[in-house]
């Protein structure tokens, strides 16, 4: 049976991605994994379902919409685009889990990306949790801005803890923003247009600092997850991401900021059956109970209209 079953390099290849990415996305339960002993096996037939979904994926952001997703709620997909979070990936779970054949794609690419890729068409939900310097407010300046004299929903999601994710005890004892000035660190970034990078450039301009004494400044991940990793082996000292990812890893995390994450809308989705069933399901009590045990969210207000 064992020589039937594909090894992580061979799913690597058949994705086009590392190997390491593959044991990334098993932890995250992207990826379902067969343990035999300490080693880890994968069925073809999941790989090459996989792979046909992240096709339809690209397909969908390339504005190419496969014509067998035409139809009923149960036929058509939902796709997401924007800030990558640990609470958007159990939503997404629990609504695939919910609704038997919901297509529900996400695809986490940046809070501005998210926004963009909604203005020209090519998602029906963007994730977001942007931070305006002139007015103090998350997400609201921003829609504004790209979407001047169109009616826009946005449907606010959970408030979350972002800080520094650090190695268990703290060994460096890092304590608050004004640790980025410290030249005995080593940083991993996110990539431009994440929201995450665009509050760490406010607290630089802020703080007067210039990008480069920060050691690492120009080394990305895309996402929390990704970015945690490094730190938890021990690639970096710190990064900054969610309370949520740092306790994913078993990390230390030093609470410097309160966020808001929403979810953006145009009306033909928000007014549609798809768009009434999304909302409906962030209230569900099994979705919310499953947020807050990743840790460093509050739901209070999950669901609530910010801006109609």
Not at 94 to 99: K, V
Request: hydrophobic share 40%; aromatic share 10%; net charge neutral.
């Amino acid at each position: 049976m064992e020589r039937e079953l594909l090894k992580p390099e061979e799913v690597a290849s058949i994705l086009k991605i590392s190997k390491y990415t593959v044991y990334e996305m098993v932890k995250r339960g992207d990826l379902e994994a067969i343990r035999i002993g300490r080693k880890m096996r994968f069925d073809p037939a999941t790989i090459e379902k996989f792979k046909h979904g992240h096709e339809q994926v690209k397909q969908i952001q390339s504005g190419a919409l496969p014509s067998e997703f035409t139809g009923s709620i149960n036929g058509q997909p939902i796709l997401f685009l924007g800030s990558h979070d640990l609470a958007v990936e159990a939503l997404a779970t629990e609504i695939r889990d919910a609704i038997p054949n919901f297509q529900f794609f996400t695809a986490f690419t940046g809070s501005m990306d998210g926004l963009l890729n909604l203005y020209y068409g090519k998602c029906d939900i963007a994730g977001c949790h942007l931070f305006d310097e002139e007015t103090g407010q998350y997400n609201i300046p921003f829609v504004k801005r790209i979407f001047p004299g169109e009616r826009i929903h946005i449907i606010h999601f959970v408030n979350r803890n972002i800080g520094w994710i650090v190695p268990k005890g703290n060994p460096k004892q890092l304590s608050g923003w004004q640790d980025l000035s410290r030249d005995d660190l080593t940083f991993i970034n996110r990539q431009k247009g994440a929201g995450t990078r665009i509050l760490l450039d406010y607290y630089l301009t802020k703080l007067n600092l210039p990008q480069s004494v920060i050691s690492g400044y120009d080394d990305i991940e895309r996402t929390h997850i990704a970015a945690a990793s490094r730190v938890a082996r021990s690639l970096a000292d710190f990064a900054l991401g969610t309370e949520s990812a740092a306790k994913a890893f078993g990390l230390d995390f030093i609470l410097l900021k309160k966020e808001v994450y929403d979810f953006v809308m145009k009306s033909v989705f928000y007014e549609s059956a798809h768009g009434h069933a999304f909302i409906q399901l962030l209230h569900e009590p099994g979705i919310v109970s499953k947020i807050t045990q990743l840790g460093g969210y509050d739901t209070k207000n999950i669901g609530k209209i910010v801006e109609d």
